[in-house]
């Protein structure tokens, strides 16, 4: 069974506080992905990686940078939190040449204050 | 601009008849397609897929159609139980296989 971990189900940090959010998986997957999750926008894409030390942009990077140093962990990280980034972030993983699915985390309910 | 919509924010049915929930596409490429369903305060969870190729897919009391000449698909839930109720997410990929195109996903409430 994959799994997909998160380093917390909820955080509250303050604006201005530079804040990380990690993702483990334990399948080998090649590719991992950060989404956040707003009512009514659904899941939108952060950042993507398709391998170690492998960025690229998605749907909404501004505010967020990433960092992938090994294969099973990818992180996301806020340099400077403001409130506008409150919202449910959730990190995917998948092997392409397994298939397209991608296996979520349990999500990490972040509050900027 | 979306490229996978899902036009009913949410949708109500009875316990045992069928639930329909749709999602239109706009991108010509996409050869993938996913339906997600996700529970409050959990990740999505995969539940069936369809390649381009077939134009239909069955997986027990879900089945997904595909209609390419019109972009469009719907995921249908026969019959209908309580504890289906949840956010439907459609997604769909083109042939980089990388990212995936997500609707805003419609809440379906099976009610007894």
């Known amino acids: 069974d994959v799994k997909v971990t998160q380093s917390s189900r909820y955080l509250v940090k303050r604006t201005g506080e530079k804040v990380f959010l990690e993702c483990v998986q334990d399948m080998d997957h090649e590719n991992m992905f950060w989404y956040r999750q707003d009512p009514g926008l659904g899941l939108r894409l952060i950042y993507f990686s398709y391998d170690v030390k492998m960025k690229e942009k998605g749907d909404i990077p501004e505010g967020y940078s990433v960092s992938r140093e090994k294969k099973e962990r990818f992180s996301l990280i806020l340099e400077s939190a403001s409130t506008n980034q409150t919202s449910m972030y959730l990190c995917?993983?998948?092997?392409?040449?397994?298939?397209?699915?991608?296996?979520f985390g349990p999500g990490t309910r972040l509050t900027v204050t | 601009d979306q490229q996978v919509k899902q036009n009913s924010p949410s949708l109500s049915v009875q316990e045992g008849r069928i639930s329909i929930l749709n999602c239109d596409y706009t991108n010509s490429m996409f050869d993938y397609f996913l339906w997600y369903k996700k529970y409050p305060a959990e990740g999505p969870t995969f539940l069936i897929s369809?390649?381009?190729?077939?134009d239909k897919n069955e997986d027990g009391r879900f089945t997904v159609f595909l209609n390419k000449s019109a972009k469009h698909l719907s995921l249908h839930i026969v019959p209908s139980q309580p504890g289906d109720s949840a956010v439907y997410f459609c997604a769909a990929s083109d042939h980089s296989g990388y990212a995936l195109n997500f609707g805003k996903g419609t809440s379906l409430l099976v009610t007894p």
């Open positions: 369809i390649s381009s190729i077939k």
């Open positions: 995917a993983s998948s092997s392409y040449r397994e298939s397209r699915e991608q296996y």
